[in-house]
C-alpha cells in the first residue's frame, strides 16, 4: 500500500512539476545584453515571410504613410499630414477613403489607431486623445450608432475590437500611476477589467508613444520614452490573469532624446530596434541610423541584424521604415514606383543571380509604370 502511495506521489510531482516547466516556458523573460551582440548578418526577408506579393496601387500616396494593415482581400493605409485612411482591394484598385480630416460627424483630426474588420465588415479608427473609437463600413459611410465610447480618455492608444464579443482591448499612454495602462470594456463604455500604470506610467509628454503590432496572439506593447529616461521593455498583456507581464529587454546605455529603443513580435523572434535621433527634430523622420537586433524566441541567441529583400536580388530596405511594415501577421512595405525601377535596374547588373530571381526581376520591371501608384510589397509572416 505504501509502494502504491508512493507511485501515486511520484506521478503527481512530475505533474505538478511539468505544468509549472510549461508555464514558466511561456513567461520566460530574456534580458539582451548589447556588449554580448558584435557583428551584424545579413537577414533574408524570405526567413521571415512565406512569399512576397508585390502590388502597385493604382494612386500615388499623398503624405507620410503610417500603418499598413492587410487582410485576406484589402489593404489599409494610414496616411499622416494630412490624415487619412485608405482602402483597397488586394489587386491595388483603390476603393474608397475612410473618413477625413475636419471637425464635423465621421472626421478627425490626426489617426493614431485603426483596425481593418474584414469579417465584421467594420473599419475603426481611434485619433489622439480619443473620447470613442470611430466606425465605418467598408464603403466608408459612417456609423455613429455603432462608435465606442471609451471608458478613458486615452492620449494614444492602441485597441483590438472583438465584433462577435463585443469587447474592446485596450493598450493606454498613461499620464498618472492611477491611470489603466490597459483594460478591457463593452461598446457601452462598461469596464471587465483594468491595470493601473503604477511605474509604467510617464509625465504628461506627447512626444512618447505606445506601440504594439499584434503579430501574434499575444497583446504585447512597449513605451517609447523619447525624453525621459524610463526602462525599454516589451510586455504582455495577459487577460486571464489581468498581469502586465514582462517579456524582453535591451541591456544597454539609456540616452534620452539621442536613442530610441524599441520592440517588436513576431512569431518566431523579436526584434529591437535602435535609432539615433536628432534632439529637437520630428523623432519620425530625423532619423541619422537604425540597427537592428534579432532575437530568437526559442535559443534566445540573439544578434545585429541587416534585413533585405532576397526575393529581388538583395535591395535594401530603408531601415527606418520596416519598423512599421510588420503588423497582424504581415509583412506590408510601402515603396514608390521610380526608386524600385531604379533598384531593380541596377541589381539586375548582378552576373551572380540565380536565374529564377533574374527573371521575375526582369518581369516586374517591365511592368511597373513610374507614372502609376506606389508599390506595396506584402507577405505572410512565418508561424513555423
Given at each position: 500500500m505504501?509502494?502504491?502511495?508512493y507511485?501515486?506521489?511520484l506521478?503527481l510531482?512530475v ?5 509549472t ?6 513567461t520566460k ?6 556588449q554580448?551582440?558584435k ?7 524570405s526567413e ?9 496601387l493604382?494612386?500615388?500616396l499623398?503624405?507620410f504613410?503610417?500603418?499598413?494593415i492587410?487582410t485576406?482581400?484589402?489593404?489599409g493605409?494610414m496616411?499622416y499630414d494630412?490624415s487619412n ?11 474608397t ?7 464635423g460627424?465621421?472626421?478627425y483630426?490626426a ?17 489622439y ?7 465605418y ?14 471608458s478613458?480618455l ?8 472583438d465584433h462577435h464579443?463585443?469587447r474592446?482591448t ?5 499620464f ?7 483594460w ?9 477589467q ?9 509625465r504628461?509628454?506627447?512626444s512618447?508613444e505606445?506601440?504594439?503590432s ?6 504585447e ?7 525621459q ?5 516589451l510586455?504582455h498583456f ?21 536613442i530610441?529603443?524599441?520592440y ?7 526584434f ?22 534579432q532575437?530568437?524566441?526559442k ?11 532576397d526575393?529581388?536580388g538583395g535591395i535594401d530596405?530603408?531601415?527606418s521604415?520596416l519598423f ?5 501577421g504581415?509583412?506590408?512595405?510601402p515603396?514608390?514606383?521610380?526608386t524600385?525601377?531604379?533598384q531593380?535596374?541596377?541589381?539586375l ?9 533574374r527573371?521575375?526581376?526582369?518581369n516586374l520591371?517591365?511592368q511597373?509604370?513610374?507614372?502609376d501608384?506606389?508599390v506595396m ?8
Amino acid at each position: 500500500m505504501k509502494y502504491k502511495f508512493y507511485i501515486r506521489l511520484l506521478f503527481l510531482y512530475v505533474f505538478i512539476l511539468s505544468c509549472t516547466s510549461g508555464k514558466d516556458s511561456i513567461t520566460k523573460f530574456i534580458s539582451v545584453d548589447i556588449q554580448n551582440i558584435k557583428e551584424e548578418v545579413e537577414l533574408p526577408i524570405s526567413e521571415l515571410t512565406d512569399s512576397l506579393e508585390i502590388i502597385q496601387l493604382d494612386s500615388i500616396l499623398k503624405g507620410f504613410i503610417g500603418m499598413r494593415i492587410i487582410t485576406d482581400h484589402y489593404i489599409g493605409i494610414m496616411l499622416y499630414d494630412p490624415s487619412n485612411f485608405l482602402l483597397f482591394n488586394r489587386q491595388g484598385k483603390f476603393i474608397t477613403s475612410i473618413g477625413s480630416e475636419g471637425y464635423g460627424p465621421g472626421e478627425y483630426q490626426a489617426l493614431y489607431h485603426a483596425q481593418l474588420d474584414e469579417k465584421a465588415q467594420r473599419v475603426y479608427l481611434a485619433p489622439y486623445t480619443a473620447k470613442q473609437i470611430l466606425t465605418y463600413d467598408l464603403k466608408g459611410r459612417f456609423l455613429p450608432k455603432e462608435c465606442i465610447k471609451l471608458s478613458y480618455l486615452s492620449p494614444k492608444n492602441y485597441f483590438y475590437v472583438d465584433h462577435h464579443k463585443k469587447r474592446v482591448t485596450v493598450i493606454n499612454l498613461p499620464f498618472s500611476k492611477e491611470e489603466p495602462i490597459a483594460w478591457v470594456q463593452d461598446f457601452k463604455g462598461n469596464i471587465y477589467q483594468k491595470i493601473a500604470a503604477k511605474h509604467l506610467a510617464l509625465r504628461p509628454d506627447y512626444s512618447n508613444e505606445i506601440v504594439a503590432s499584434h503579430n501574434t496572439q499575444a497583446f504585447e506593447f512597449n513605451i517609447l520614452a523619447f525624453i525621459q529616461r524610463q526602462s525599454d521593455t516589451l510586455y504582455h498583456f495577459d487577460k486571464q490573469e489581468n498581469k502586465i507581464i514582462p517579456k524582453l529587454t535591451l541591456n544597454a546605455p539609456r540616452q534620452p532624446g539621442k536613442i530610441i529603443y524599441s520592440y517588436l513580435e513576431l512569431p518566431l523572434d523579436y526584434f529591437i530596434t535602435l535609432e539615433t535621433i536628432q534632439m529637437g527634430n520630428n523623432p519620425y523622420t530625423d532619423i541619422s541610423n537604425t540597427s537592428f537586433v534579432q532575437v530568437n524566441k526559442k535559443t534566445q541567441q540573439s544578434q545585429y541584424v541587416k534585413i533585405v529583400n532576397d526575393y529581388l536580388g538583395g535591395i535594401d530596405f530603408v531601415p527606418s521604415t520596416l519598423f512599421n511594415s510588420f503588423r497582424n501577421g504581415y509583412f506590408a512595405y510601402p515603396q514608390d514606383a521610380i526608386t524600385l525601377r531604379e533598384q531593380l535596374a541596377k541589381a539586375l547588373e548582378n552576373p551572380d543571380l540565380l536565374p529564377e530571381v533574374r527573371t521575375r526581376m526582369s518581369n516586374l520591371l517591365r511592368q511597373l509604370k513610374e507614372k502609376d501608384g506606389d508599390v506595396m510589397m506584402i507577405g505572410k509572416l512565418k508561424t513555423e
